[in-house]
């Protein structure tokens, strides 16, 4: 596997990858992988493409409440799990190459970016993609992988890329679970074990409730329920909505193409969820 840390070194390793593959893939991470990060990777390689996978912790995405400093970093462990999983190339930009200090251009993505995750983190889709915008950029890959467990991220950045007329396709690639359903995140390692115990009530929240919602019942009652039962739990909820799967708007009921997204909190994590209806 190559290894690049400067756009110089970057641009020879992907000349070098073009000369070998027909296409490139692109898994964006922030590190700290775990079996979710690893599927995108083999998703790409498994495509036939050469992957490249980018490891950088983007402060851009991080509010002034929220710890950057307390991020997890393990280069050496990501790097052998890279290897293991095919991986072609790792990308492992330092801040100043991603943000310039003379810069002056981000990025504001509107319609999806709104409410949820766009309420409770302000700036940080902006964060997102201004930082997709400069990966793809930096490795013109022809797939970029993203996780479905960041759904709205997902639908952001899917977004961007169709408004700006980018010249790649995103994938989303379903979300990976422990056995007992939570969905891997590199904050799951903050629960207690108590909250670790708890933490699966979400999912199986999410699908008693799409149960109810796919049987015909409008979603008032059912979502106002989930909550409740959240919170008879020791979760504090954040939001717990159906909406439109593309846009993230509130619907009423099960159309086709509608998202469950919920994100609840044990103690200080924020465990985000979301599930297909119908
Ligand atoms: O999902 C993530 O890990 C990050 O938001 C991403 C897409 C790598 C951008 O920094």
């Not at 083999?42 to 991020?71: C, H, K, M, W």
């Not at 629960?191 to 009530?201: D, F, G, I, N, Y």
């Not at 039962?229 to 954040?238: E, M």
Request: contains cysteine; aromatic residues 6%; charged residues 20%.
């Amino acid at each position: 596997m190559l290894i690049a840390r400067t756009l110089p070194d970057l641009r020879s390793a992907c000349a070098h990858l073009r000369l070998t593959a027909n296409s490139l893939a692109l898994v964006p991470t922030m590190g700290a992988l775990h079996e979710g990060h690893r599927t995108l990777v083999r998703a790409g390689v498994a495509s036939g493409a050469a992957t490249v996978a980018s490891i950088f912790v983007n402060p851009l995405q991080f509010g002034p409440n929220e710890d950057l400093s307390r991020y997890p970093r393990d280069e050496a462990g990501d790097l052998a799990a890279l290897q293991a999983e095919g991986c072609a190339l790792a990308w492992l930009p330092d801040v100043e190459t991603m943000y310039p200090a003379v810069e002056a251009t981000t990025i504001t993505v509107e319609g999806p970016a709104k409410g949820w995750e766009g309420d409770a983190r302000p700036g940080h889709f902006r964060g997102v993609a201004t930082v997709c915008a400069k990966l793809f950029g930096q490795v013109r890959p022809d797939r970029a992988y993203f996780g479905e467990k960041d759904w709205q991220q997902l639908q952001v950045v899917k977004r961007m890329v169709a408004d700006l007329l980018l010249p790649l396709e995103i994938v989303g690639v379903p979300t990976v679970r422990e056995a007992d359903g939570l969905a891997m995140s590199s904050r799951n390692r903050f629960l207690s074990k108590e909250e670790r115990e708890k933490a699966p009530v979400l999912i199986g929240t999410l699908r008693a409730t799409a149960l109810r919602l796919t049987s015909g019942e409008p979603a008032g009652q059912a979502l106002a329920d989930a909550r409740v039962a959240l919170q008879s739990q020791g979760f504090g909820v954040d939001y717990f909505a159906l909406v439109e799967g593309a846009t993230l708007l509130p619907v009423a009921q099960a159309v086709s193409g509608a998202r469950l997204i919920a994100v609840a909190k044990l103690g200080p994590v924020r465990l985000l969820d979301n599930i297909g209806i119908g």
